[in-house]
């Protein structure tokens, strides 16, 4: 029955039970002994004698429990912290001898077996990763393959849930917050296409695929999807998985259908105006053709590079006819067809070359939205037909039926002449687009995992964990705003720092200098960030799904629970906290700041990222994967137990606030 007290306060009875019993024994004896004197006079010598004993036997326990308290218990729980800490996470350094110095030879030997299994699991990792090196190989080719793919793939399991995404299918829905693994892909685009064709494939054993179009869940915009069954050999699931392949139809349909509509009009304005003067012909046809202009260059297939990436293979051909380049090029990046781009540099090289030039050299000037590449030469300037004769040219053999007009009109651009240069205006890349990393999220563990249908009866490592933290203009939820708040995710017990959620908030007020001496955010820096209504309507829909996980929950969550009524949203989901969590695994009396328990865990914040909400979320993030584990081990696997653990330790939260 005192199986769930904890060793100190099973030992504390334990000497409050020799206490008082041998109280109530000296008692005893004392009046037996009285008794059977039978002396009158003498019950206040027997009554004081036992009331001295008593008491010395009390201060004697007090004094022998504290001893053992401090010398045995305290090191004995902290020595099976330590045996805990090693057994179940990375932490390699060596056991602290000196508290549990009066017992015996127990801390050597826990050092030594602590010592010994670090030895004994860096001899296996060394002798998987042998093994598994060739995996890893084709692992990182798969990675590569789907990341660099043009169509943006999900990996689903068979009950509807993300198993692995790429970063195109990021681009192609267009709103990361709601993509992330082990979401049900009914959080993310409306679900009943691609069930019924799902139910419709299984029920026929087809490996054929089903081309489908469905609508995102946010925006309602039309998706192109290709949806096949995965039957594989030797498959943990009764059903099997499945991959869609997602095309943005949407802004393709709508270039098309305005060009179609532009056409059209030139058409009709032709035809009305046959009959009457040639100058509403004329305003017309200009006018459309500077509507059709904004249209011209969105339909060629385009990649994304640096200005300076066309340098190197200019370089190179124009080497080979003896003409040298320099270059003076930004570093910048353009939407432009790469190969057409070069060929046309090359071709109207040659041609200034065909009239004495012997060094060329390209530049660009940049504007907020364009880039125009300026070819010089030190021969003299062509004429207009000599100009058109170049453009007129074959950009190469292969290219018969492709020349320098032909990269006008897939470029909605013009080759000009001026001051003696011949320039070529391109579209800038969009930066936030250009610069995200095409990266493969996945977990394959996620295709056999199965929640069971009560949420406390879940293993925590089947759960989806956000770890949150905010940073805020002071410490009173009640009047101050928070002016940042970040988040990562744990998935499968394991920390996915790359699906983040990381944003400034403008508080609608001025952050004290004592704040921003903590966490180094200025006005300046959210003065046009989203206000914390947007922020935190945004953050929902990031945390859907998830139980939330913060150090010192409480004071995080009071600033977020203030605005549920404001954003109509409720943060109801479950709650856990890495400082109960730390009491729990390594006892009240060690210390809980989270400086403290990524020290024991051997987790290193970066300095410049210490008190930043996406530096310590991610510290969090990482001392509570490491946790899951250790927790299993002290025989709460379970969110219910971990919560009813919680319970025991609630008052160390009051303390620290």
């Given amino acids: 029955m ?95 001898h000196a508290p549990a110095r009066y017992l015996g030879d127990l801390a050597p030997a826990a050092a030594a077996v602590a010592e010994h299994l670090t030895e004994t699991r860096n001899a296996l990792a060394l002798a998987v990763g042998r093994e598994t090196a060739q995996l890893n190989l084709e692992k990182s080719r798969l990675e590569m393959l789907l990341a660099e793919s043009p169509d943006g793939v999900l990996f689903c399991t068979p009950d509807h849930k993300v198993a692995l995404y790429n970063a195109r299918a990021a681009e192609v829905l267009r709103h990361a917050e709601a993509l992330s693994l082990n979401r049900p892909i009914a959080h993310i685009l409306m679900a009943a296409p691609i069930r019924q064709a799902y139910d419709r494939l299984l029920a026929e054993e087809s490996s054929e695929s089903a081309d489908i179009v469905c609508a995102t869940r946010r925006g309602g915009r039309i998706i192109e999807a290709r949806l096949r069954l995965l039957f594989l050999e030797g498959q943990e699931t009764k059903t099997p998985g499945y991959i869609l392949s997602l095309s943005d139809t949407g802004a393709d349909l709508k270039i098309h259908a305005e060009r179609a509509a532009l056409f059209n009009r030139v058409l009709d304005g032709v035809t009305e105006a046959s009959t009457e003067l040639p100058a509403p012909l004329a305003e017309l046809i200009q006018e459309v053709s500077a509507a059709k202009a904004t249209t011209d260059a969105l339909w060629w297939p385009m990649e994304v590079l640096p200005i300076s990436g066309l340098a190197p293979a200019l370089r190179a051909r124009l080497a080979r006819k003896d003409i040298a380049l320099t270059t003076d090029l930004p570093d910048r990046r353009i939407r432009c067809d790469g190969y057409a781009i070069t060929r046309l540099l090359e071709r109207l090289a040659l041609g200034w070359a065909g009239s004495g030039a012997t060094t060329v050299t390209l530049a660009a000037d940049l504007s907020d939205t364009h880039a125009s590449l300026r070819l010089g030469s030190d021969a ?38 001026s001051d003696g240069q011949i320039t070529i205006t391109l579209p800038l890349a969009n ?76 508080p609608g007020r001025k952050i004290p200098s004592a704040s921003t001496a903590v966490h180094h955010i200025t006005d300046e820096m959210v003065a046009d960030a989203p206000d914390v209504a947007t922020a935190l309507t945004r953050f929902h829909s990031f945390a859907d799904n998830a139980i939330l996980v913060a150090h010192n929950a409480p004071f995080d969550m009071a600033f977020l629970q203030r605005r549920e009524a404001e954003i109509r949203r409720r943060f109801d989901q479950p709650i856990l906290d890495t400082v109960l969590l730390s009491a729990i695994l390594f006892g009240q009396s060690a210390e809980h700041t989270l400086d403290a328990v990524c020290d024991r865990l051997a987790i290193v914040i970066p300095e410049e990222d210490r008190h930043t909400a996406i530096g310590d979320a991610i510290g969090t993030g990482d001392a509570f994967a490491k946790m899951i584990p250790m927790l299993e081990a002290a025989d709460l696997p379970t969110l219910g137990a971990t919560i009813e653990a919680f319970d025991r330790h609630s008052r160390l939260i009051g303390h620290l606030n």
């Fill in 431 to 506: 930066p936030s687009r250009s610069a995200a990393p095409r990266k493969v999220q996945y977990d394959f563990d996620l295709l056999h995992a199965e929640l069971p249908h009560s949420l406390r009866d879940a293993k925590l490592r089947q759960l989806n964990f956000v770890i949150f933290d905010t940073e805020t203009t002071g410490l009173n939820p009640q009047v101050d705003e928070i002016c940042q708040i970040a988040a990562v995710r744990v998935v499968n017990g394991k920390l996915r720092a790359d699906e983040r959620f990381d944003m400034l908030v403008n």
């Fill in 380 to 417: 003299d300037t062509p004429s207009k037909s000599t100009m058109a004769e170049w453009l007129s040219a074959p950009l190469a053999p292969g290219f018969a039926g492709f020349s320098g007009r032909d990269v006008e009109v897939t470029h909605g651009t013009r080759v000009a002449l």
């Fill in 2 to 96: 005192f199986m769930h007290l904890s060793l100190r306060l099973r030992i504390f009875l334990f000497f409050a039970f020799l206490a008082f019993g041998g109280s109530a024994l000296i008692a005893a004896g004392l009046t037996l002994g009285y008794n059977r004197l039978d002396i009158p006079g003498t019950g206040s010598g027997f009554l004081i004698s036992g009331l001295v004993a008593c008491a010395a036997l009390i201060g004697l326990s007090t004094w022998v429990w504290i001893l053992f308290d401090e010398n045995v218990a305290r090191p004995v729980e902290r020595l099976a912290a330590e045996m805990r800490t090693r057994a179940h996470t990375d932490v390699e350094a060596e056991i602290d």
